[in-house]
């Protein structure tokens, strides 16, 4: 092989390494803060009365890339942290009539695709695996942060690049297999703060 081509295939394989490079370096990951992460579910019981409740663990993951419609998200709720304020209630809903904990410990969300709508809104589309059914969503999300997190010059834990979010859907309960009778819609509201790796 000549020097020619020897020094073409160097280049080639340097311009190769540089790129690669450069797309990993673009990604960063964020992971939730708990203490500022919600998982809100309500539903109308009956027709009578509008119900809410939270789950109170979850773990949500973004993997920012240089453009949103390659971002990801990663989201698992720990679906026997159900909370409604009322016990009976919670420990009914986490029974084998609904969510069936003991059987299905998470409730997952894995994104497939990200759809800019503005400057800072976007729908994340992705399967929602709840009580062992995975169904296709779509989350109407906004971006609320991006950067420095405005308490970061005077508390510790807020320095370095934060992100936050305000992401909403609808869901049928039946279509995932929970519940005996129809709901309606269950509302899903997840806001969250994010820092960085």
């Keep these: 092989m000549s020097s020619g081509l020897l020094r073409t295939g160097s280049l080639l394989a340097t311009g190769f390494s540089l790129l690669f490079s450069t797309a990993v370096l673009a990604e960063k990951q ?11 579910f309500g539903w109308n019981h009956a027709g009578v009365t509008r ?20 971002s990801s998200v990663s989201v698992e709720i720990d679906s026997s942290s159900l909370a409604s304020g009322f016990k009976a209630l919670d420990d ?18 894995e994104s497939t695709g990200v759809e800019v709508t503005g400057d800072n809104t976007m729908n994340v589309i992705g399967d929602l695996t709840m009580h062992g059914v995975t169904k296709s969503v779509s989350l109407a999300a906004e971006m609320t942060l991006n950067g420095e997190h405005p308490l970061g010059k005077s508390i510790d834990y ?4 934060w992100i936050a979010f305000q992401a909403s859907t609808e869901v049928n309960a039946q279509d995932f297999g ?20």
């Design 158 to 161: 807020y320095k370095g690049d």
């Design 92 to 109: 009914h809903l986490k029974n084998a009539d609904f969510l069936e904990v003991e059987t299905y410990p998470t409730i997952t969300f």
């Design 178 to 197: 929970v519940g005996g009778f129809p709901t309606g819609p269950i509302a899903i509201t997840i806001n969250t703060e994010m820092k960085a790796k």
């Design 51 to 70: 119900q809410n409740g939270e789950f109170t663990q979850a773990v949500a993951t973004v993997t920012m890339a240089d453009s949103l419609e390659e």
């Design 30 to 40: 964020y992971v939730s803060d708990q203490g500022h992460t919600e998982v809100l």
